[in-house]
C-alpha cells in the first residue's frame, strides 16, 4: 500500500515538471533508485512521466535499466523497444557497448516483439551471464523464434560465434528443430557437438534418437538402439517425441513389453500426452497403451473415458467406465465424465440421476459437476435457479467458469431477477476476473440491452481489474462494451494497450473500434481511423467492406448523403470488394433522400458486379419509390418480384409499402396491400397495426383506425403494444365528435388494462389535446397521472402501469415547460402553481420562466 502511495505521489510531483528537464546525473540516480524500490507499483503512466521530465537529456544507465525493467513487467514491447533503439544510440556515439544488464533486457524485449536480428546481436553482449539467461527460458524462445522463422541453423552460427556453443543451448535448438523435423539444423548441430566435444547429455541423445525416428529408420532398429543404449534413460520424460517414435514401433512390432518398460516411472501427465497423440490417430493404440502401463491412476482412467467420449464409440465409453470401477479408480472427475455422457445423449434423467447417487458413493458433487449441468441447462432459467440453490446448500463456491456458462445463459428473455442475481454472483469473483470472463459479461449485457448493468460494473471493482494487455478477441469484445455503454475513451485505452504491447489487430477488433464510433455518433472519427489503418501497411489489408458499411449507415442516419458518395466513390477506386449489404446501405441513402437518380445506378452497378438483389434490396428500392410519391413504381417492383418468383414479399416489404400508401392518404389503394398481404399468407404484426392505424388518419377516417386494427387483432391473435395504442389515441382525438377527448382517455385505460405501459407520446397526444381544446382540469389531471402524482385522472390512476418510468422526468424540457406554462396561465392558475410547487420540491428541474411566474404570483 505504501508503495502504491509513493507512485501515485511521484506521478503528481513529476506532472508538475513536465515542461522541464532533469539535467542532473544525481537526479536521475535518485529516479533509478525510486522506481526500483516501487518495484510493482510501477504503472505506464508513471514510467511516461519519468520519460517526459528526462526528455532528451542523456539517460543514465542506472535509470535505463529501471525503465526498462519497468516496460518489461508490464509487458510494454513498443516503448521497450523504443528507448532500447535510443540507448544503443547514445552508447555508440559514446563508443561504449550495452551493459550487460540491460543487454539481457534487450534480449528479452526483441524475443517479445520477434525481432530475431536484434535478439542476436545481443549474444556477445550476455557471453558472462548465459546460464542466468537460461534459467529465464529466453534461450528455449529464441530457439522457438528461429526455427518458426528458418533461421535456426543462423542461431546455431551466432551461439558458436559469441562462444555460447554449450550442451545446454544447442538442445533447445536440436529440440526444436526435431519438432519440425529440420533434417538440416540436426545435420548442423551434430557437426557442432563434435567440433566442440560437447558432452552427449540424456537430452542430447534422445534428441539425436527422435532425428533417427524421423529420417526413416526401421521400427526394428528403433527398438534395438532403444534396448542397448537407453537403460538408463526415462525417454519419454525427457524427450517427448523420442517416446512417442518409440511407442508408435513397438505398437507396430506388437512389443507391448517395450511400452511398459518406457511408460514406467514417467508421470501421469505425460502418460496423458502420449496417450492424447495416440488417440487422435488410433483409439484402440491408445487402449494398448494404456492397458500396457504399469501404474494406472484416476486420471489416467479419467483420460481414458473423456477420449472414449469425445470418439462416440459407446462401448469403449462403458467399457472405460467398467475398467475404472473394477479398479477402484472412480473419483468426483469419473462422475462428471458420466453425467457428460448423459447430457451429450441429451438423457438429462439420467445426468440427474448419477448426481443425485454421487453424495451416496462418497464423491459428492464438486464445482465442475454443476457446471456441467448448468451448461446443458444454460436456456432454462427455472433449471439454473434451482441447481444454483442446490449449490448454495452444498458449499460449491461459483468459479470463472460457472459465471462464463451463466453469462452464455443470459438472453433477451431472461427475467430481471434472475439477470440480477447472476450481477450478483459475479460480484463474488473480482479476485478471479479474466479477460475471458470479462468479455462474456460485454456481451451478455449487449445482448439484453442492459447499458446500466455494464457500466456498473466497469465503474466499479471489474473496471479497476480490468485486463491490462487483452489478446485480440477479448479486445473486440471489450470495446463493443465501451461503445455500448458509451464510453469512447475506454475504447480508444484497449487500442492503445494492443499497440503498446505489440499485439497484432484483427479484422474484428478494428470493425469494433469503427462500430463503436459510429454507435456514439462519432461517424467522421470512424472514418479518419480507417483511413489511418488503411495507410499502415500491416494493417491495410484487414479493413473490408463491412467497416465502410458501418461508415455508411452512419453518414446515412445523420443525413449526410454527399460523404455517403464520397466513401462510395474511394471504395471502388480501391478495388474494395463490395457485397449486397454495401449496396442495400446504398440505396437507403437513396430512399432517405428522395435520390431515385442514384437509386436505378446502383441497381446497374449491382447487376455489372454479378449481385444479386435480395429482400433488403427490394425493400429498400419500393421505400424510395413511395418516398418519392411513385406508387405505381412500387405497385410494379412488388409485381416483377412475384412474376420472377425467386423471391417472396416479406412483411417488412408489405409493410413500407403500406406506409407509403399512408404518407399520401391513400387509403383504398393501402386496404389493397393489406388485402393481399393476407391473402399470400404474410400475417401482419403490431407494426402493421400501427402503419394500417396511420393509413385510416392520414385518409382522414380515424374512425376507421379501431375497427380495422380490432378486426386484425382478432384474426391473427395480436395484442396491441405502446406503438398501436398511440396511434388509436391519436385517431381518438382527431375524430369529428365532442367526446373525442373522453374516447382517448378511455383508449389509454383499455391500454393499461391490457397491461401495456404508456410512454411519453402516449401522454403527450392528451396533453396537446386538452390544450388544443383549452381543457385545463383534464390537462392537469392527465399530467399528474403521468408524474405518478395522486389525485390523478380517474380513468387512469387506478392502474400501476400508469405512471413513467421517470415521472415529470421523460418528457423533454421544451415539452415540461409548454403544459405547465399553459396550467399556470388556467383561468384558475392556483392548481397550476401547486403542481410546479410539487416538482419543485421532488427535485424536477424546471424551466427560469416557470419559476419565476410562481414567485410573481406571491408564492
Not at 470512424?526 to 453518414?555: C, H, W
Not at 407509403?660 to 400475417?683: H, W
Request: hydrophobic share 40%; with cysteine.
Amino acid at each position: 500500500k505504501k508503495r502504491d502511495e509513493l507512485a501515485t505521489e511521484m506521478k503528481t510531483v513529476l506532472s508538475g515538471y513536465l515542461s522541464g528537464k532533469v539535467q542532473s546525473p544525481a537526479a536521475q540516480k535518485v529516479l533509478a533508485a525510486t522506481l526500483k524500490s516501487l518495484d510493482r507499483a510501477v504503472d505506464a503512466e508513471l514510467l511516461s512521466a519519468v520519460r517526459s521530465v528526462v526528455d532528451d537529456e542523456p539517460l543514465q544507465m542506472d535509470l535505463a535499466e529501471q525503465l526498462l525493467r519497468g516496460y518489461a513487467a508490464l509487458e510494454l514491447w513498443v516503448p521497450g523497444c523504443a528507448l532500447i533503439a535510443e540507448v544503443e544510440e547514445q552508447l555508440e556515439a559514446e563508443g561504449k557497448k550495452l551493459p550487460k544488464e540491460i543487454a539481457v533486457l534487450s534480449l528479452q524485449m526483441a524475443l517479445s516483439v520477434g525481432k530475431l536480428d536484434d535478439a542476436l546481436s545481443m549474444l556477445p553482449l550476455i557471453a558472462t551471464c548465459w546460464e542466468e539467461v537460461d534459467e529465464k527460458g529466453m534461450f528455449q524462445h529464441l530457439a522457438r523464434l528461429a526455427a518458426k522463422q528458418g533461421t535456426a541453423g543462423t542461431l546455431l552460427n551466432a551461439l558458436e560465434a559469441s562462444g555460447l556453443a554449450k550442451e545446454p543451448l544447442v538442445e533447445h535448438v536440436l529440440l526444436e528443430a526435431n519438432f519440425l523435423r529440420d533434417g538440416e539444423t540436426v545435420s548442423k548441430a551434430k557437426a557442432l557437438i563434435e567440433k566442440h566435444g560437447l558432452a552427449l547429455t540424456s537430452k542430447l541423445r534422445c534428441c539425436l534418437l527422435a532425428d533417427l525416428a524421423s529420417s526413416g529408420a526401421s521400427d526394428e532398429s528403433l527398438l534395438q538402439k532403444y534396448e542397448l543404449e537407453f537403460q538408463d534413460v526415462d525417454v519419454f520424460t525427457v524427450h517427448k517425441m523420442a517416446g512417442i517414435a518409440i511407442a508408435r514401433a513397438a505398437l507396430k512390432l506388437n512389443r507391448d513389453d517395450f511400452l511398459t518398460r518406457l511408460l514406467k516411472g514417467v508421470a501421469d501427465q505425460n502418460k496423458v500426452h502420449l496417450l492424447k497423440t495416440l488417440c487422435a490417430e488410433n483409439l484402440k493404440d491408445a487402449e494398448r497403451v494404456f492397458n500396457a502401463c504399469p501404474e494406472k491412476s484416476s486420471y489416467l482412467h479419467n483420460f481414458m473415458m473423456n477420449a472414449a467420449l469425445g470418439s462416440g464409440n459407446e462401448e469403449a465409453f462403458a467399457s472405460a467406465v467398467d475398467q475404472a470401477a473394477k479398479d477402484g479408480a472412480m473419483d468426483v472427475v469419473s462422475y462428471n465424465t458420466i453425467i457428460k455422457a448423459h447430457i451429450k445423449k441429451g438423457d438429462m434423467a439420467s445426468a440427474r440421476k448419477v448426481f443425485s447417487e454421487m453424495d451416496e458413493s462418497g464423491f459428492p458433487p464438486n464445482v465442475v459437476t454443476f457446471n456441467e449441468l448448468l451448461d446443458a441447462m444454460a436456456s432454462d432459467t427455472k433449471a439454473t435457479c434451482l441447481l444454483l440453490r442446490e449449490m448454495l446448500r452444498m458449499k460449491r463456491k461459483p468459479n470463472k467458469a460457472t459465471c462464463s456458462i451463466l453469462l452464455k445463459g443470459v438472453g433477451p428473455k431472461t427475467p430481471a431477477s434472475h439477470t440480477q442475481h447472476v450481477m450478483e454472483i459475479l460480484d463474488n469473483l473480482e479476485d478471479q476476473i479474466d479477460e475471458v470472463l470479462m468479455s462474456s459479461l460485454c456481451e451478455a449485457c449487449i445482448r439484453i440491452g442492459r447499458a446500466d448493468l455494464l457500466r456498473r460494473k466497469v465503474n466499479g471493482a471489474w473496471g479497476r481489474r480490468m485486463v491490462k494487455a487483452p489478446s485480440p478477441h477479448v479486445a473486440g469484445s471489450l470495446i463493443r462494451g465501451f461503445g455500448f455503454i458509451k464510453d469512447i475513451n475506454k475504447v480508444w485505452e484497449v487500442w492503445r494497450s494492443l499497440q503498446e504491447h505489440g499485439s497484432k489487430p484483427t479484422s474484428i477488433v478494428l470493425g469494433s473500434i469503427v462500430e463503436a464510433l459510429v454507435m456514439n455518433d462519432a461517424i467522421d472519427e470512424g472514418y479518419q481511423f480507417i483511413r489511418k489503418v488503411t495507410l499502415d501497411a500491416e494493417t491495410k489489408p484487414l479493413v473490408n467492406f463491412v467497416m465502410y458499411n458501418s461508415i455508411l449507415k452512419g453518414f446515412c442516419r445523420q443525413k449526410k448523403f454527399g460523404k455517403v458518395w464520397q466513401i462510395y466513390k474511394e471504395m471502388c477506386s480501391q478495388n474494395m470488394a463490395l457485397s449486397v449489404s454495401t449496396f442495400n446501405a446504398l440505396l437507403d441513402a437513396c430512399a432517405r433522400s428522395n435520390d431515385l437518380e442514384h437509386a436505378e445506378s446502383l441497381l446497374q452497378d449491382m447487376e455489372k458486379q454479378g449481385f444479386t438483389p435480395n429482400l433488403i434490396t427490394y425493400t429498400t428500392v419500393l421505400k424510395a419509390y413511395c418516398s418519392n410519391d411513385r406508387i405505381d413504381s412500387a405497385s410494379k417492383l412488388l409485381e416483377d418480384m412475384k412474376t420472377n418468383g425467386k423471391l417472396k414479399p416479406d412483411e417488412q416489404m408489405y409493410n413500407t409499402f403500406l406506409d407509403g400508401c399512408a404518407r399520401y392518404g391513400l387509403f383504398d389503394k393501402g386496404l389493397a396491400v393489406l388485402d393481399e398481404m393476407r391473402a399470400v399468407g404474410v400475417s401482419p404484426s403490431n407494426f402493421t397495426l400501427s402503419v394500417v392505424a396511420k393509413l385510416a388518419i392520414r385518409s382522414n377516417k380515424p374512425d376507421k383506425a379501431f375497427q380495422l386494427c380490432s378486426s386484425l387483432s382478432e384474426e391473427y391473435g395480436i395484442k396491441f403494444n405502446t406503438h398501436v395504442y398511440n396511434n388509436l389515441i391519436q385517431a381518438n382525438t382527431l375524430q369529428n365528435c365532442k367526446n373525442n377527448l373522453n374516447m382517448a382517455v378511455e383508449t389509454m385505460a383499455a391500454m393499461l388494462a391490457d397491461m401495456v405501459a404508456p410512454d411519453v407520446r402516449s401522454y403527450t397526444l392528451l396533453l396537446d389535446h386538452c390544450k388544443q381544446k383549452r381543457q385545463e382540469k383534464a390537462c392537469l389531471e392527465i399530467f399528474r397521472s403521468a408524474a405518478g402524482l395522486r389525485p390523478g385522472h380517474p380513468k387512469l390512476e387506478a392502474y400501476k402501469l400508469a405512471p413513467l418510468p421517470r415521472g415529470p422526468k421523460e418528457f423533454p424540457p421544451s415539452k415540461l415547460n409548454e403544459i405547465l406554462l399553459f396550467l399556470t396561465a388556467a383561468k384558475d392558475p392556483q392548481p397550476g402553481r401547486a403542481l410546479v410547487r410539487e416538482l419543485l420540491q421532488q427535485g424536477v428541474q424546471l424551466d427560469q420562466s416557470i419559476i419565476l411566474r410562481l414567485t410573481a404570483s406571491g408564492r
